[in-house]
């Protein structure tokens, strides 16, 4: 059995009702491949989450963008695990670079997240990369490496995870890894996922790309033996969406 493509959509710190509403209505009235040949995840805001729960198509799930460490309690301004499951939302995205860079995690307080987010038995979609300077410096693989074996050293299993790895200076600024970046990267990072986790860890594994995937580029992306699909910032929010989605038919007809 092969790794099922998946296709997420982070909507980041974006929306309002009304938007919220006309985005899900245009994702239900979509034709996308079956559930057998994509997987669709979509991740709004932290107040929308309910919203967006009632009225989204049945076929699609549903990730938060970040939960708290560990337990509830006394942290204010944080959402725990034990409340998105409590909603349920099976997935959460955890150590995308934006939080990475702006909010200051840390590989071990990433790894620590997601770890926790298993234990109470959220799917995580983990996220990986470098700045623009690291890969300028020739330390990509360093870098990601570093960030996976943080994650590797607190988890017990990978069944749960999906890897997203997300080059920081192709998120939100037009550029794109050519599809040849992108395969050497998760190509890199599986043979990792081998080495250090087992052949069958690397196997099933899913590896998907972010950084201003869109319409154009997405099926030249997804033809990629290593790429199992994306997580779609700016775009998700568009029409343009569905084509992303759309692209996992790159996967059945190669």
Known sequence: MGRKFMVGGNWKCNG???????IV?????????????????????????????TLLRRDFSIAAQNCWVRKGGAYT????AEMLVNLGIPWVILGHSERRLLLNEANDFVADKVA????????????????LEQRESGATMAVVAAQTKAID?????????????EPVWAIGTGKVATPAQAQEV?????????????AAVAASTRIIYGGSVNGANCKELAAQPDVDGFLVG???????????????TVKTTA
């Open 25 to 53: 209505t245009t994702l239900s009235e979509a034709e996308v491949p079956s559930e057998d040949v994509v997987e669709v995840v979509i991740s709004p805001p932290f107040v929308f989450l309910p919203l967006v729960k």
């Open 153 to 165: 050293e607190q988890i017990t299993h990978w069944s749960n995870i999906v890897l997203a790895y």
């Open 77 to 80: 301004g944080e959402v725990s």
């Open 186 to 198: 998760h190509f890199e990072l599986r043979k990792w996922l081998h080495v250090n986790a087992g």
């Open 16 to 22: 309002t009702v009304e938007e919220v509403k006309k």
């Open 234 to 248: 700016g775009a998700s929010l568009k029409p343009e969406f569905i084509d992303i989605i759309k692209s996992a």
């Open 116 to 131: 926790y987010a298993l234990s109470q038995g959220l799917k995580v979609i983990a996220c990986v990369g470098e700045t």
